[in-house]
């Protein structure tokens, strides 16, 4: 892999990497990423062109950071199987229905915060899910092992 800062910029003057050859510190999850899916290198070089044009937040001249939240997805024995997030180092751990349903999900959380997901054809839980993990959103973790409530309506802040 190339190792990268977190404007991907490698310890080359002027060469940026990305995609699945790419490791870069995240922020978000406190560890160094190398996230092998295509969703990686369609993404990283939006960051990676901002940074070289100089155009990073609000047309100033810093430097954007590239930390996302990871994501890749897979048909396997005819389920649909989504993951977004990173599990390392989550406290807690959630199950969303029964593995022996075509339908279920889990949930990693840190500290009370989401911060990864695996859904098996619950495409909602993982839409849901990745937006939560964006926030930094804290669950309930009731609620959230709950397959019937919604994932964006177990947060510990909801109603």
Do not use: M
């Not at 922020?27 to 044009?53: F, S």
């Not at 939240?69 to 389920?79: A, G, I, K, M, N």
Request: glycine share 8%.
């Amino acid at each position: 892999s190339v190792t990268t800062d977190a404007a991907l910029r490698t310890s080359l003057p002027d060469v940026y990497a990305v995609g699945d050859c790419a490791s870069f510190p995240s922020a978000r999850y406190g560890t160094r990423l190398l996230v092998h899916h295509w969703d990686n290198a369609v993404q990283g070089p939006r960051t990676a062109a901002a940074n070289i044009i100089g155009a990073g937040a609000d047309g100033a001249s810093q430097l954007l950071a590239y930390d996302p939240v990871p994501y890749f997805w897979s048909e396997q024995f005819d389920r649909f199987v989504q993951y977004a997030g990173h599990h390392g180092g989550a406290d807690t751990l959630l199950w969303r229905g029964d593995p022996a349903d075509p339908a279920w999900s889990v949930c990693w959380l840190r500290d009370g915060a989401l911060v990864a997901v695996l859904a098996v054809g619950r495409p909602r839980d993982l839409a849901q899910g990745r937006k939560l993990i964006e926030a930094g959103a804290r669950l309930d973790p009731v609620r959230a092992a709950d397959p019937a409530v919604p994932l964006k309506s177990a947060r510990a802040d909801a109603p």
